[in-house]
């Protein structure tokens, strides 16, 4: 069985969000931490009711500091991280080169973990899983899902099987010009996770530049609320 979601958040509702993220904003703690030798951002807010980890797209390299800031956040996740945060999960944000059971690991003294991957970061994720990370929960968001997504590096080839799969969502915008993650790959994908997996359509937003990148429809630009709320939801339950 699969469900496809379509969310939509009226200006309402998203200003709400945004209004509650920055009156939490002060109480949340950055640290820079360190993930088997891999620099990561750790945002813990007063009472973690999860963990959430971020997994960029691209390289991965962000340029984590010491201090916990992070030097290139363009990306759709990684720009969102305080997002998270202000709704009560504690964020892991590495970069790319991070192991992801460790990462899974680490944070699951917080609670149930989501592992959220966005373009390359979903390849990332999915090798994580195969390595024998375990995450709670994992979201896949503008994804090299399947053979159909436009690249043979996909998640499907890289897991061989959906039995490592847990629970998974989908977040996937319509209009995605990237030729790696097309919206065409996201049914192949949800056929063969035999119901773990289920797809949250977006549309909307606003698109400039590169389509494989953060500005574009594919990094869901103008839409971050959208994404927040689906992956936030997702997470909670």
Known sequence: ????????????????????????????????????????????????????????????????????????????????????????????????????????????????????????????????????????????TSGFLSDASGDPDNVMRILGSPAALPPTLVIAHRQDGCRKTLPAGVEPFLAWAHGKAKAVWLDGGSTEGDPCEARAHHGFNGIDGQVVSAVAGFAAR
């Not at 069985?1 to 009156?23: D, E, H, N, R």
């Not at 009711?49 to 991965?60: C, F, H, T």
């Not at 990462?103 to 899983?129: D, K």
Request: aromatic letters at 2%; glycine letters at 16%.
């Open 1 to 140: 069985m699969k469900w496809i979601v379509a969310v939509l958040l009226s200006p309402l509702v998203l200003l709400s969000v945004l209004a509650c993220g920055a009156a939490d904003a002060a109480e949340v703690q950055v640290t820079g931490v360190s993930v088997g030798g891999v620099q990561a951002a750790l945002l813990t807010p007063p009472r973690p009711r999860g963990g959430i980890i971020l997994l960029a797209g691209g390289s991965g390299v962000i340029g984590v500091g010491s201090d916990g800031s992070i030097a290139h956040g363009g990306n759709q996740l990684v720009r969102t991280r305080q997002a998270y945060a202000a709704r009560g999960f504690a964020v892991l944000v590495p970069e790319g080169g991070v192991n992801v059971a460790a990462a899974v690991e680490m944070m699951s003294r917080f609670g149930p973990t989501t592992l959220v991957g966005t373009s390359r970061g979903t390849q990332r994720a999915a090798r994580g899983i195969a390595a024998g990370a375990r995450p709670t929960r994992l979201v896949l």
